[in-house]
């Protein structure tokens, strides 16, 4: 009687690997995080050998090299948190694979940070403290030091909660809370931080709103239009030349500054005639691409796809030559302050912090930017590549329109803000059909009604924890900020 035992023994055998194979998998699914935490961590080292390196023996030069550390881990930062708003919507949409995203996101941000960056920023994030009102150029390093470190810890623990944040409103709150324990309240510019505080509301609700039109405008022209690829020939090249003419003005505000003065009416000229000439373009091409397509909603998604991948990699251009600089301004402010031994309203921000920003960001979207790209584009609200489309072109749109009014603004706010604005206009054009359907049938039966009001369209659980973490990243930077500066007075002073 051998072959029972046989069958005995290669079935405790097969029960076995099974096993060893679940072990594994936990271990590999267990070890991936301290594998991003491993890389990260050696990128850190390198820029601080490089900063070494660069700045040599300079006087001062050991703060510099620790602030050039804190700038990698807040630009990791960035790249983990801030870049998931850009490619969010087009990964749900599923115009782009994550790896496709990740790629052209380390791409276009790098490329818009090297290229486009500020060149020069404000030492104290756009005014935020008086830098005559800091006593030595020693207390103003700790403050700037502080600043630095309590912001990306802040968008740290932000991204470990899965809530997108903004950068830029981060290291304003650790600029704030360093200046008041440096220098007391009477050091902050109370008229800049409350724009800032209006833009916690005017942003999202700016990129929900033209989110909102136009998802309206998109369904009243084109969805619900009896020849869908008809209304798309004509309606989908106006879009992308809208498109094309809100991202180059957007780019001539930021990137042509640098070479010479652009004011918002010759902005707005380029954009108008480079928007006008995609149009013209655009026509041919989607009348070809429409070819063979069925009149129905999914040939739309395709025609949507190219349009919605290239405006994501402009979102990511501008976030890379915009909120970059914002980051790295406070390791910009101690550079200077230690070469000059004062601190100063503007500083130059120098190409290797640029570069640290640039790179940066790249690993730290490829190490852990997935969980919050996830976030945005799959589980606030659903998307697809007409909604995705729609919160793209918001936030170029509310950019322009902010910048136009003088209004301080997040491009997080706006994109995240734009989501929002697309799944609650589903929600009541979804509820002002079902009762329209409702007046036409007998009554809805308790349960189905409350099944109705159950099945939301955009998750309030997300909504909420996004709301509350936009609303305290000022006072809890500005708080962690002022904790480490007292601190670094503690064990320097």
């Known amino acids: 009687m051998p072959e029972p035992t046989n069958n005995y023994q290669w079935q405790t055998l097969d029960r076995d690997l099974n096993r060893f194979s679940r072990v594994e998998y936990a271990t590999n699914y267990v070890s991936r995080p301290l594998v991003g935490v491993g890389v990260s961590l ?33 630009a990791l930062n960035i790249g983990a948190n801030d870049v998931a708003n850009n490619m969010g919507p087009a990964v749900g949409a ?13 791409i276009f941000e790098s490329a818009g940070a090297l290229l486009a960056g500020g060149d020069v920023v404000s030492t104290i994030s756009k005014g935020i403290i008086d830098p005559s009102s800091v006593a030595t150029t020693r207390v103003f390093v700790w403050a700037m030091m502080s600043a630095l470190l309590s912001a990306a810890i802040w968008v740290n623990l932000a991204t470990w909660i899965g809530a997108p ?8 709150g650790g600029v704030m809370g360093a200046g008041v324990a440096a220098a007391g309240f009477g050091a902050v510019q109370w008229g800049t931080m409350g724009a800032i505080a209006a833009s ?46 809100a991202f180059a003005t957007y780019l001539a505000l930021k990137g042509l500054k640098h070479l010479f003065e652009v004011t918002m009416g010759q902005a707005l000229l380029i954009g108008a005639g480079l928007g006008l000439g995609s149009w013209l373009v655009a026509i041919p091409l ?7 397509l069925e009149n129905r909603n999914r040939s739309l998604k395709v025609l949507f796809a190219f349009p919605l991948v290239a405006s994501a990699a402009l979102l990511s251009f501008a976030h890379g030559a915009n ?34 920003g640039a790179f940066g960001i790249s690993f730290g979207l490829i190490l852990f930017g997935p969980k919050l790209i996830r976030m945005v584009g799959n589980q606030i609200t659903k998307l697809n590549p007409m909604r995705a489309y729609c919160v793209s072109l918001s936030a170029a749109l509310t950019v322009i329109l902010a910048s136009w009014l003088g209004l301080p603004v997040s491009s997080t706010h706006i994109a995240v803000g734009g989501v929002f604005g697309v799944g609650f206009y589903r929600e009541w054009y979804m509820e002002k059909r079902a009762r ?11 349960h189905a009604a409350e099944e109705r009001r159950r099945r939301k369209l955009v998750r309030r659980s997300h909504f909420m924890t996004i709301i509350a973490a936009w ?7 500005a708080l962690m900020s002022a904790l480490m500066f007292l601190l670094l007075g503690g064990l320097l002073g």
């Open 323 to 356: 909120d970059v600089a914002n980051a790295v301004g406070p390791l910009a402010a101690i550079v200077h302050a230690q070469h000059f031994g004062a601190a100063a309203g503007e500083v130059v921000i120098p190409m290797w912090v640029m570069v640290i």
């Open 94 to 106: 599923n115009a782009l694979s994550m790896f496709g995203a990740i790629a052209i996101a380390a």
């Open 200 to 245: 916690w509301v005017i942003s999202p609700l700016l990129g929900g709103i033209i989110a909102a039109a136009m998802l309206a405008f998109i369904k009243s022209r084109i969805i619900y239009a009896e020849d869908k690829i008809a209304a798309a020939r004509k309606w989908v090249p106006v879009l992308i030349g809208l498109m094309t003419a």
């Open 286 to 292: 989607i009348r070809r691409q429409s070819r063979g």
């Open 42 to 74: 050696v990128f850190i080292v390198l820029a601080t050998l490089a900063a070494a390196l660069i700045i040599g023996r300079e006087p001062g030069s050991l703060i510099v090299i620790a602030a050039a550390a804190f700038g990698a881990y807040m």
């Open 165 to 172: 944040v903004s950068t830029t409103h981060s290291v304003v």
């Open 436 to 446: 329209s359907s409702a007046q036409a049938r007998p009554t809805v039966p308790g």
């Open 471 to 477: 609303v305290i990243t000022v006072p809890a930077a």
